[in-house]
């Protein structure tokens, strides 16, 4: 891990600290949220500083994060990859990975940059005549996450990420 990723990984460890002590607290969902967008955004800024330039400066980042986790890794470390991230065979990560990318998606437009006028777990919505808080506000998104199996693997995947990300950027 070279010191930018270290940056990067250190503040999303300390985003992730967060999310947990908020879930533990039973917080608002749209808390719960804005940590987790936080953690994932800056996870995928540290795996993608390992080229050693900065990735773009942009609220996205895990989805390509996951995607690069299922291309580019070298033939011999792929098991070793899957393994560590609780799957039997790496084409198992592969489809689950193929699976919730449309959350990792989902999850990056909560940033109210690329929520436009919609929810997000930061700002009244919409701008120009706000109609809906985060506080009280239903998100369909964090029912999906805490609801289904599919979102519950993938707040697993997230901790482990952040968790392990030494030993597999």
């Known amino acids: 891990m070279n010191e930018r990723q270290e940056l990067w990984w250190r503040q999303a460890c300390s985003d992730h600290v967060l999310l947990t002590l908020l879930r533990r607290q039973g917080a608002p969902p749209c808390h719960q949220l804005h ?40 033939s011999n470390r792929r098991e070793q990859i899957a393994k560590l991230f609780s799957f039997g065979r790496f084409e ?23 929520a436009n006028d919609g929810p997000n777990p930061e700002y009244p919505w919409p701008h120009a005549n706000p109609q809906y808080a985060p506080v009280p506000f239903h998100f369909d998104f964090w029912m999906e996450l805490t609801g289904t199996g599919r979102g519950h693997r993938l707040l697993k995947f997230v901790k482990d990420a952040v968790d392990k990300f030494p030993s597999f950027n």
């Open 92 to 114: 198992d990560l592969q489809n689950w990975t193929r699976s919730v990318l449309p959350l990792a998606y989902q999850l990056e437009r909560l940033a109210p940059t690329l």
């Open 35 to 74: 940590y987790l967008q936080m953690a994932t955004e800056k996870l995928g800024k540290a795996f993608f500083w390992r080229s050693g330039h900065p990735p773009p400066k942009k609220h996205t980042g895990f989805a390509g994060f996951l995607r690069a986790m299922i291309a580019a890794q070298p």
